[in-house]
Every structure is written in C-alpha cells, then in structure tokens.
C-alpha cells in the first residue's frame, strides 16, 4: 500500500467509502452523541447498516465502539448519567422518540454479549422464555416449534434435542453462546447485535460461531463489535473503524482492509497503535 496515499482528515469527519452493492438501509444514524455525565464517549457520530449483512465495528478499546452498539437497542438508558442526542433510525422511525416502546424495540433488536450468559434455565426455556413474555406462541406445540426453529438456526438443534431438559449454563462456552443466539432469534428480530461474540472462546468453537454468523446474514441485519481484524475480515460485508469517540472510516470490508483512505485506519489495521 502506498502511504502517501493515505489522507488524514480531521477528527470529525468520516471517510465514507462509496458502496454500490450495498443493501438497502436497515439502521441510520446521523450525528449521535453519548456523554457520561460530563463525559462525552461518542461524537457526532453518522453511519447507514445495511438489511441482511454482516457490519463489523472494529477499533481501540475504549474507542466508543460498544458505546455505538448499545444505542441501537438503548441498552445505555440502563445506565444512570447517560444522554444520547442525534438521531437513530430502524426502518425509518427514530428509536428515541418518546412514544417508542422499548421493550417492542429490544425484541426488534436482539443482543448477543460478550460472555456467554444462559439464563439458569433449562436449554428448552433458555429459548422459549422471550416468545412467552411477547406472546409469540399459542400454546406448547407453537412453543415447541419456535425452539425448535431456533435451535436449528443457531445450529444447536441435533446437539441438545435430547436433552432440552438439561440445565443451559452445562453446555460448552461455545454451545452456551449459540443457545444465546437462539434465544435471540427466537423472538423474530430483524437486526442482531453482537457484542465480541468470540473473545471468551477457543478456536473451534469461534469458527462454528463465524459459521453460524455468515449463515444468519440472509435473514438479519447483523452488526458485531470484535477487537480481531482478522475475524472482521472474515464475516463482514462492511467495516467501520471507531478511534477516540469519532467513526473515522467505513465502507466495503476489503477496501477499508486494503487501500483506507484515512491516516488513523491504515495505522490501525497495519498495527502501528491499538
């Protein structure tokens, strides 16, 4: 790659990388802000994610990428001193708005964490539990249909079918994690929000995952926070790169992997800091 190539734009801006192929918009963001009580975590902060691909958030910790992820589904308001100003839209709707129902949207917007956390449930309730509280199912053979469904979307179906008695936090860390994909599936999302699914799993089990995450993206808008570029490669349609608060850079994953139009990207991918 030729450095000289490489601009440095100021910390506001964002290198927006032209996307022809790219689907039509699910979430739009324009100029969020996060602050901490007096401390501001996200500026200005605009993006378009696509329907039905995988966006990958890449970056320094503590760069405001979990930060970002978190307002999609307004998991910040749990946090006391938290203001988001900007606007987010799913579909069209701004997600802030006053008479949005939070719970309707956090079913909208699944959430899988870092580390796994199976409900201490059985396998079976793990993924029923989110279509009862929504009323997604009528009656035990509805019910049994939904696990079912999701257990296979998740690609655990044939692991724990005889078993869906057994306790969820008794399976592997990578089975554990993949119950907790059903469970977010099983209430219908359109998008999924993945928080470094793999940082607490071994090789194999982070492969299954990646597997699993290239086979989800037909169906969902997919947007995962990792710290490896190498698995951001590797999953993504789309690739934005967060450094001290400001989105610097985001467009096709293997553009921004090889020709980043920006001096902070190229410097981040080429492992000059992070």
Known sequence: MNDAAVMERPAHLTTVIPDPDMNPVKVEA???????????????????????????????????????L???????????????TGRITLD???????SLDV????????????????????????????????????????????VEASLRKAGLWNE??????????????????????????????????MDEPCSALDPIATARIEELIDELKANYCIIIVTHSMQQAARVSQRTAFFHLGNLVEVGPTQHVFTNPRDTRTHDYITGRFG
């Open 30 to 68: 324009r100029d969020v802000c996060v602050f901490y009580g007096a401390k501001q975590a996200l500026f200005n902060v605009s993006i378009d994610i696509p329907e039905r691909s995988v966006t990958a958030f890449i970056g320094p910790s503590g760069c405001g990428k979990s930060t970002f």
């Open 70 to 84: 978190r307002c999609i589904n307004r998991m910040n308001d749990t946090i006391d001193g938290t203001r988001v």
């Open 92 to 98: 069209g709707r701004d997600i802030y708005e006053p």
């Open 103 to 146: 719970v309707e949207l956090r079913a909208r917007v699944g959430m899988v964490f870092q580390k796994p956390n199976p409900f201490p449930k059985s396998i079976y309730d793990n993924v029923a539990y989110g279509p009862r509280i929504h009323g997604l199912a009528r009656g035990k053979a509805e019910l049994d249909a939904v």
């Open 160 to 193: 724990v079918k005889d078993r869906l008695d057994d306790p969820g936090t008794g399976l592997s860390g990578g089975q554990q994690q993949r119950l907790c994909i059903a469970r977010a599936i099983a209430v219908n999302p359109e998008v999924i929000l």
